[in-house]
């Protein structure tokens, strides 16, 4: 069977290993790249981030990853902030007292501070994500499986919403839109149903 042609679109502003490390333990011809053949030729395209996405978003401009990215053909898994990089802005910046930063504007919906009275930011560890079985990366997943977070800011529920956790409020845990698919959660830190979520995605 021929190996999956995975590229992990190297931002600049990320940490690439785990991802890396995850995608060849599912035996995956995977290379960390921001070269246009690299990106055109894989089979699967990740976008990864941990971060701000103020510097992500300045990043892959410089790059000219952007028209890339919104045009790709291919499945693509945006993880954590790259995640939120399909969204259409982020409001991250405006900690800052600047503007909402333009994101690519591939799924529905802003990313803003998260509102959960009486709990802590950042949301950190385990937590359930519901689905009802429509995404295929959730097949043989069951709805109220547990994966790993890190985040702080949260992508509105909209109609590309897929699958929700609930921390304070209920935020987009996964989202699809044709071949761009999202985790809010880091499935490469989230043991072997992490796993097999990835093992998903390489099936497609």
């Known amino acids: 069977m021929t ?3 995975v590229t992990i679109i190297d931002t600049g ?3 690439l290993s785990s991802v890396l490390f995850a995608m060849n333990r599912l035996d ?3 290379i960390i790249s921001a070269k246009e053949s690299d990106i055109r030729n894989a ?3 990740i976008l990864p981030g941990v971060g701000s996405a103020v510097a992500a978003m300045a990043s892959i401009r410089e790059r000219h990853l ?3 990215i919104v045009n790709s053909h291919q499945p693509l898994l945006g ?3 790259g995640m939120q990089m ?3 802005f982020s409001e991250e910046s405006m900690s800052q007292g600047t503007e909402a930063v333009k ?3 591939i799924v529905d919906g802003g990313v803003r501070l998260m509102k959960v009275p009486g709990l802590v930011l950042p949301h950190m560890g385990w937590d359930q994500v519901e689905h009802d079985g429509s995404c295929p990366l959730f097949k043989d997943i069951p709805s109220g499986s547990y994966f790993y977070y890190v985040h702080s800011y949260a992508l509105d529920v909209t109609g590309h919403t897929v699958a929700t956790t609930t921390y304070g409020q209920t935020f987009s845990a996964v989202v699809n839109r044709n071949n761009f698919f999202g985790t809010q959660f880091h499935p490469e830190k989230s043991g072997p149903i992490g796993h097999k979520l990835l093992k998903n995605f390489l099936d497609l």
């Open 79 to 81: 993880i954590c902030l």
């Open 3 to 5: 190996k999956q042609k």
């Open 13 to 15: 502003v990320a940490n």
């Open 103 to 105: 994101c690519l504007g």
């Open 43 to 45: 089979d699967k395209l």
């Open 86 to 88: 399909l969204a259409g």
């Open 28 to 30: 995956a011809d995977c």
């Open 66 to 68: 952007d028209d890339l």
